[in-house]
């Protein structure tokens, strides 16, 4: 089992209503989070639908932060952006945060629902089947 000491305190002060941000590991959520490199700012998840990424306790182990991409009765799908297959699954109450804004390593904020962000998100998860190669192009960069 992990230790998730940092990410349950980040809840709770998100609960409490403060923002707070974290560094982003992994690759699961490219081109619009980059591991390692940037920051993701959490708030409280008063509203969520499809297309928002969230920080989730998903398959009863393990915290997640992935976009969702669908929503049936209280039942919740994700899928990280850099995935190229697998979803998780998990329930309302199992949505910790949403991620607002990404920070840079310099330290700029970029609004994840920006128009062009939200078209960008979109656009890519119609690309779902030709993702492997555009991802494959991307770590080239």
């Known amino acids: 089992m992990k230790d998730n000491t940092?990410?349950?305190?980040?809840?709770?002060?998100?609960?409490e209503g403060h923002d707070v941000t974290l560094p982003a590991k992994g690759k699961s959520?490219?081109?619009f989070i980059v591991g390692g490199k940037e920051s993701i700012l959490l708030v409280k998840p008063d509203k969520i639908s499809v297309g928002d990424v969230?920080?989730?306790w998903v398959?009863?182990?393990r915290y997640v932060v992935h976009r969702i991409i669908s929503i049936k009765g209280d039942s919740i799908t994700l899928m990280g952006d850099g995935n190229l297959a697998g979803i998780e699954h998990c329930f309302f109450k199992d949505?910790?945060?949403?991620?607002?804004h990404v920070a840079d390593s310099k330290g700029h904020y970029r609004n994840l629902y920006s128009k062009k962000r939200v078209i960008g998100a979109k656009c890519w998860l119609w690309l779902l089947p030709i993702r492997r190669y555009l991802l494959g192009i991307y770590r080239r960069l």
């Not at 949505?95 to 607002?100: E, F, H, L």
């Open 29 to 31: 959520m490219l081109p």
């Open 95 to 100: 949505v910790k945060a949403k991620v607002t």
């Open 6 to 15: 940092i990410i349950e305190e980040a809840i709770r002060l998100v609960e």
């Open 54 to 56: 969230v920080l989730a």
């Open 59 to 61: 398959d009863d182990y």
